[in-house]
């Protein structure tokens, strides 16, 4: 049987991009906890390992003690850590790079050690020892912050999580991980990049998870998945959802999908937004085996970090960023002056 030819690239102009009003608080706040915190734990999402670099959150990280953590690595392909690693330690100068799933113990307590090491080592700097967590939405922080609790202090969930992005809207109150020494943890609100101009990233990104639904669209990101798959040769979804051959049309596949999970609707045909959430939530449980969605060979990797510094803003945010620059500069200049109150009421 002749191999089915499959796409060599995907092409689509629309970026999906999220970033509400919660996140551009969440960054001023961050920015402030900083202040009064020891180490910064940046975590990333393994299966993404350069689209889930926020270069906001890694530049008020960066004149910190700082390690970044690639969370959720049981769902990443494992023969890419060591590129990840090279590649990170070489473009960013981050030497503390960590790979880590939240149910494995192992991976957690070295996160906690890397803390507690501070104390240990120089107690009189440091009686206690604060960590914030920081990162995009949905790379599993929360989810972090509980597992270190469990393993350091054997007590229950601090931290709520959950399956969706944007459930932690706030830097949260300390919570204590290990008793002696004392290490305390703050969770923040995970901050997405402002502004994705590449739609392959964004893709990425909503396809591991890391966006609202509302702003992505799941039958193109079904698609992005299909591509992913034959990319691989990957023929799981097949036998999956019952397909004699593997295909490269999401117009063939999204209604043998929505058959096989009775996505019917009553008067006929399917429910192919169904079948797509359902397609994507398989890819998010590991159903299709373990991926790693960035392509790490260098002349990817060189040309990520080229572009990555300077995020690409479309000019209607840069006139609104900098008009809250100079809202704000007014505004801290009137408190100053103590006539903040009155221009308010006017
Ligand atoms: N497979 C896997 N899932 C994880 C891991 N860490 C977190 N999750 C899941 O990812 C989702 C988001 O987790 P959460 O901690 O709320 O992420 P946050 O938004 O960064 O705080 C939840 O459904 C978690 O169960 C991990 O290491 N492996
Ligand atoms: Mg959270």
């Not at 590649?87 to 503390?96: D, E, L, S, V």
């Not at 509980?146 to 809207?169: D, E, S």
């Amino acid at each position: 049987m002749a191999l089915p030819s499959f796409r060599s690239a995907f092409h689509l102009d629309r970026a999906f991009n999220w970033f509400p009003g919660h996140m551009a608080r969440g960054l001023r706040e961050i920015q402030t906890q900083l202040q009064k915190t020891d180490v910064v734990v940046e975590v990333r999402d393994a299966r993404i390992p350069l689209s889930s670099i926020n270069p906001q959150l890694e530049q008020l990280a960066n004149h910190k003690d700082h390690v970044v953590v690639y969370n959720k690595a049981d769902l990443a392909d494992p023969a890419s850590r060591p590129s990840i690693i090279q590649n990170i330690r070489r473009f960013t100068g981050q030497q503390q790079v960590l790979f880590t799933s939240t149910h494995i113990d192992r991976d957690v307590r070295r996160i906690i050690e890397y803390a507690a090491a501070r104390a240990r080592t120089d107690p009189l700097r440091y009686p206690s020892v604060t960590v914030t967590v920081i990162g995009m939405p949905n790379v599993g922080k929360s989810s972090l912050i509980n597992a270190m609790r469990r393993i350091g202090v054997g007590k229950g969930k601090a931290a709520p999580t959950g399956a969706n992005p944007g459930v932690t809207r706030r830097v949260a109150g300390v919570i204590r991980v290990l008793e002696d020494p004392p290490v305390y943890l703050v969770d923040s609100p995970g901050v997405m990049v402002p502004y994705i101009a590449d739609p392959i990233r964004s893709f990425k990104v909503a396809l591991t998870g890391g966006m609202k639904e509302d702003v992505t669209d799941v039958e193109v990101l079904a698609d992005y998945l299909l591509y992913q798959l034959n990319q691989k040769r990957n023929r799981t979804y097949c036998d999956m959802f019952h397909l004699t051959e593997p295909s490269d049309d999401i117009a063939q596949v999204l209604p043998a999908i929505a058959r096989r999970i009775g996505a019917l609707k009553k008067g006929g045909g399917h429910h192919l937004d169904w079948a797509a959430r359902h397609f994507i939530k398989q890819f998010q449980l590991g159903k299709f085996g373990r991926y790693t969605l960035d392509d790490m060979t260098q002349d990817n990797v060189e040309m990520f970090f080229r572009t990555y510094q300077r995020p690409v803003r479309s000019r209607t945010r840069q006139r609104k960023e900098e008009r809250a620059e100079r809202i704000q500069a007014r505004r801290a200049k009137q408190l100053a002056k103590g006539t903040h109150k009155q221009s308010y009421q006017r």
